[in-house]
């Protein structure tokens, strides 16, 4: 090991993905975007393909095609409508398509191809989404269209929280599209939040994220069936002696109040890992918590190894478990010492420590 890696566990994410399949009896739509939420695009779908899963989410037309070129029999869905001028590139790809604007989905017809489109309803997420009141319209604008109508769906904004707000949600939208034939077409409303307690059988499709990568973000537990995908583990790179009232890294932010044995290991917020984990933040040296001593630099950590028997080299993890099992460090943990959310924790994971899959 030179700098770390990061560690994806295939057993793990099976798992999660065959579990949540369990609770919604509905197809999965895995959400790939943002390098499959650190994980790296190519692993997360060749292993979701594996067991059966055929429709990937994502955020750009870069994403869509790495999964396209890679696993052509994959159905692909963009999540947000692209610049018109990047039409082209998503016929080419056969990519599907979210819309709900006039002008986007003008431009589509204009083209006179048949691209696959699933029109979003704007349910109170207020960010993309035709509103209710115009549905019809673009329904029938859709259908009197050479446009090939594969789905409708919704987004919601508080499913991690409140349970009665996606509930309203999820009404509106069956109130909206009750008068149409859905036939033959996808309804795909969930992410991993609402998955846990939308058993609604309306719906035939769940897009879902964090929770495949392992982490706990609903109201409704998975009690302990959600296991972590991601593990990162550093080295000690360097050992330091240092005395009471002197401080390490940037800003001396924190004076020291005893004499000190100081480790340091290279990784930091140029990898993915949060500037703002210290003060708080802790890493694991042989089977103990080590608080984080100073600023997080863009490569490196430094972090307070007093009294433990260590050396260069010495593992040190970052996310995971301990060697014993007895101590984890959560990307919730993580989250919480940067103030910040799971998913911004994961999605930032930088592409410098390479991925090492695990069983
Ligand atoms: C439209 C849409 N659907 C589904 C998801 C997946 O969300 P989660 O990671 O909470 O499952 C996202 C994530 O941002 C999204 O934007």
Redesign the pocket.
């Known amino acids: 090991m030179d700098r770390g890696y990061i560690y994806v566990n295939k057993k793990s994410f099976v798992n999660n993905l065959k579990y949540l399949s369990q609770v919604s009896k509905k197809k999965t ?1 895995l ?1 790939v ?1 943002a390098n499959a ?1 650190g994980h790296g695009i190519e692993w997360s779908v060749r292993n979701a393909k594996e067991i059966g899963v055929e429709w990937f ?1 994502v ?1 750009s037309i870069d994403e869509g095609i790495k999964v396209k070129q890679a696993f052509k029999d994959s159905r692909v869905l963009l ?2 409508e692209p610049s018109v001028s990047q039409i082209d590139n998503i016929l080419k790809n056969d990519l599907d398509l ?1 819309v709900y604007s006039d002008s986007f989905i003008d431009a589509l017809i204009g083209t006179g191809y048949k691209y696959n489109v699933h029109l ?1 309803i704007d349910t109170g997420m207020h960010r993309i989404g035709c509103s209710p009141e115009k549905f019809d319209y673009f329904l029938k604008k859709i259908k009197d269209s050479k446009l090939n109508l594969a789905g409708i ?1 919704t ?1 919601f904004p508080e ?2 929280t409140n349970k009665e707000d996606t509930q309203k949600a999820i009404d509106l939208f069956k109130k909206t599209i009750s008068t149409i034939d859905t036939d033959n077409l996808l309804l ?1 409303v ?4 609402s ?1 846990f307690y939308n058993l609604d059988d309306s719906f035939n499709m769940v ?7 392992g ?1 706990e ?1 609903s109201p409704v537990e998975s009690l302990n069936k959600l296991k972590p995908t991601m593990e990162i583990k550093t080295r000690i790179s360097n050992l330091q002696h240092r005395k009471k009232g002197e401080a390490v890294s940037y800003g001396k932010a924190k004076i020291l109040d005893r004499d000190s044995v100081i480790a340091t290991s290279p990784i930091g917020y140029g990898d993915g890992y949060p500037w703002n984990t210290f003060p708080d933040g802790k890493v694991i040296v042989k089977n103990q918590f080590c608080k984080l001593i100073g600023r997080v630099t863009m490569d490196q950590i430094l972090f307070d190894v007093t009294g433990l028997d260590v050396q260069i080299d010495d593992e040190v993890t970052v996310l995971g478990n301990s060697d014993d099992g007895k101590l984890n460090i959560s990307v919730s943990d993580i989250a919480n010492w940067n103030k910040t959310i799971e ?1 911004e924790i994961l999605t930032n994971m930088s592409k410098r420590l390479d991925r090492v899959e695990i069983e």
């Open positions: 739509c959400v975007k939420y989410a955020a999540l947000a979210t979003k769906c987004h499913a991690d795909h969930d992410n991993s939040a998955t897009r879902v994220g964090i929770a495949a990568y982490v973000i998913w």
